[in-house]
């Protein structure tokens, strides 16, 4: 048991931390605060590898470490992270001696990308002692520039492949992610518990992975930034995959700073990932961001894509206002997806997912005291065997892909797919407007989380799936709230132009005018 004067301590320090006030901008290099809430010490169990703290480097993580401890756990908990590392104050002292980037910063890692000190689950009771004992590349990035491994968060189990029935944010492993700003509504996925703990102030970023809108709605719904980068700026291996195509990790933080900064960290080529060898990346994703100015640049709104909640279009018309009011060009544009882009991307989904899978699956050591699973095959086999696994929802989907193996209809289907996402409806949209940039509104506020029912999105807002089909970067910033549930703005650019990306939305960034909601903590109720 930790003495009273330690977690006394522990508290002081993520009061500091937490406090917006000039000493917490003063602790941190960059700007953004988590949210405040009143954390009274209690007389707890802090996790083994959580040490007394000897910098304010190492006192935010205890004080994070203790938020997590305080604030995630239990029947009204966020429920966002599965696990700790168990060496959490020894990485902070050993980095930031060394004067990295990161300079031990904590960042928490979606638990389908594999860190060597914890088991990488997916989310799935089949893979719940898969300790592989590896780094995935991205992950030696991050603690090469100096990042902190906190620990693993949660995630719509198999990244929400499994079941057309799922409710985002639950696995069988990790039970399900609550939203900081309504404990009672959805934190979506699949990128939950990254979400919704850079929401809560667990950690100072995450890192979540993205096929098609889960890096971008947890952000969105759970009020954070978060970036899907251009497919191949970030390595893919040794991460449980969904498609070979559409699949990047990229960073969830509080700030669009922050972001880049973390991508930064984690970017770079692998000689094991094909897709990483091509890519076109910029040194420092930072650069220029704090004096990027929007006067002048063309900006095409997707009227189309706006959706159909009046409450959302207020927010955004609002958002929009304050891009023109910066200088932007804004450029209205009226435009119907071809149809034909769901049917192919989906048949590409679902022939990847079984070869992708097969391939991970082969890869992973031999899990001890258990059969460990070597194809999809396997894991239908384990799933029809746990009761725990499928009493909410099914695994149609992972059924499908198990009977989808007609090679020539896939590559035709995947031709198909990147060319309507990508020359035809991105390339032609920016050309033909002749924009830099193209926005929508990203999702429109947090659903009531229902087990039984599974989600209830709303269809008609977001233009998100032709950058995660074409492999484009997209990015969404918080821009306010419909009844203190937070919504975000997304920008979407040219393969490549990451940087040009999170430039435009660190403008905007600045230009806001709305007063962001802060986390509750508590039940949704009418203001």
Known sequence: ??????????????????????????LESIRGAPPTIDITPQRIELPPGVEPA???????????????????????????????????TKQVRN?????????????????NIETRE???????????????????????????????????????????IRSNDSTSGWSAVGGLTRN?????????????????????????????????????????????VGFKPSVGIVSRTHVVPISSTQDTAGPMTRTVYDAALLLTAIAGEDEADAAT????????????????????????VMRDQIGNDARVAGVYEKALADLEAAGAELVDIEFEMNEEIWDASFTVLMFELREEMGK???????????????????????????????????????????????????EAAR??????????????????HNVQFLTAPTRGPAWMSDLVLGDQFNGSIGFGTPAAVAGYPHLTVPMGDVENLPVGISFFGAKWDDHGVLKVGAAYERARSAELPKPSFKRWSPQ
Not at 134 to 140: G, M, Q, V
């Open 1 to 26: 048991m930790k003495s009273r004067a330690s977690l006394l301590f522990a508290a002081t320090i993520a009061a500091i931390a937490l406090s917006p006030a000039p000493l917490a901008a003063q």
């Open 277 to 300: 060898l091509d890519a076109v990346r910029v040194s420092d994703y930072t650069a220029g961001l704090g004096d990027f100015s929007l006067e002048g640049v063309r900006i095409g």
């Open 95 to 111: 980095l930031q001696r060394r004067g990295l980037p990161l300079d031990g910063r904590a960042v928490l890692v979606k638990d």
């Open 54 to 88: 000897t910098t304010m480097a190492e006192g935010r993580a205890v004080g994070q470490v203790y938020r997590i401890v305080t604030l995630d756990g239990g029947p009204d908990g966020i429920n966002s992270v599965i696990a700790l590392a168990p060496d959490i």
């Open 118 to 160: 914890l088991p990488t689950t997916a989310g799935s009771l089949a893979l719940k002692d898969n300790m592989t004992g590896r780094d995935a590349p991205l992950i030696a990035n991050l603690r090469a520039a100096g990042g902190v491994v906190m620990g693993k968060t949660n995630l719509s189990e198999w990244a929400n």
């Open 415 to 432: 031709a198909k797919a990147l060319r309507i996402a990508g020359k035809e409806t991105l390339d032609a949209l920016m050309a033909q």
């Open 360 to 410: 991970y699956l082969a890869s992973i050591p031999q899990i001890d005291g258990a059969d460990t699973p070597r194809s999809l095959a396997d894991l239908i086999a384990f799933n029809e065997g746990s009761e725990a696994e499928m009493r909410w929802f099914n695994q149609d989907l992972f059924e499908l892909a198990e009977t989808t193996t007609d090679r020539e209809a896939y």
């Open 180 to 224: 900081p700003h309504a404990i009672d509504r959805n934190s979506c996925g699949s990128s939950s518990g990254s979400g919704a703990a850079v929401a809560a102030g667990f950690a100072w970023g995450a890192i979540g992975t993205e096929t098609n809108g889960s890096i971008t709605c947890p952000a969105s719904i759970n009020g954070v």
